[in-house]
Nanobody, 123 residues
């Protein structure tokens, strides 16, 4: 049984920071590229960041470049999203996803998804 469990969401003021975590169980974590996506109310789900299975390659949406950092610890089966300088427009439900393959920004390539964690940034 494959499970992706996100944690670390919450309410933060604009300019603040949060770190999201996502743990994968039921599969060999080091074989999967991992991604973070988000969905704001009334909007489509959008790509945020992705990291290759080894951690050697990363991708970011333009809207978060320079503010967010994706990383992973294959010994802990966990991927992280460090979010700094948060803005109200970052408010969304954040989802992590696993892709048995290369790092990609396309949500349709991901095999497994977590339930999401709410991030709310107040102005």
């Amino acid at each position: 049984q494959v499970q992706l469990v996100e944690s670390g969401g919450g309410l933060v003021q604009a300019g603040g920071s949060l770190r999201l975590s996502c743990a994968l169980s039921g599969r060999t974590f080091s074989s999967y590229a991992m991604g973070w996506f988000r969905q704001a109310p009334g909007k489509e789900r959008e790509f945020v960041a992705a990291i290759s299975s080894s951690g050697g390659s990363t991708r970011y949406a333009d809207s978060v470049k320079g503010r967010f950092t994706i990383s992973r610890d294959n010994a802990k089966n966990t991927v992280y999203l460090q979010m700094n300088s948060l803005k109200p427009e970052d408010t969304a439900v954040y989802y992590c996803a696993a892709n048995y393959g290369i790092v990609t920004t396309n949500a349709y390539n991901y095999d497994y998804w977590g339930q999401g964690t709410q991030v709310t940034v107040s102005s």
